[in-house]
């Protein structure tokens, strides 16, 4: 399942690992907003990959 790309903030509720992912940012003293803009490049990341290796929309739905 490719991570969403628009807002990670659906996934930063629902999804056990981003939500870990978060907790372990915050004790290295990062901010809300540096957490998200890592979790958007992750996503643009997983996308990319996808759209290099010729998946269109449909055949991913």
């Known amino acids: 399942m490719p991570p ?3 807002s990670c903030s659906p996934r ?5 690992r981003i939500r870990n992912y ?7 003293g990062k901010t809300r907003r ?3 803009r890592c979790l958007k490049r992750y996503a643009a990341r997983a996308v990319f990959i996808l ?6 929309p449909r ?3």
Do not use: H, P
């Open 4 to 6: 969403c790309i628009g």
């Open 12 to 16: 930063l509720r629902f999804d056990a």
């Open 22 to 28: 978060y907790e372990r940012r915050i004790v290295e």
């Open 34 to 36: 540096e957490i998200i």
């Open 51 to 56: 759209v290099r290796s010729g998946i269109g």
């Open 59 to 61: 055949e991913v739905a």
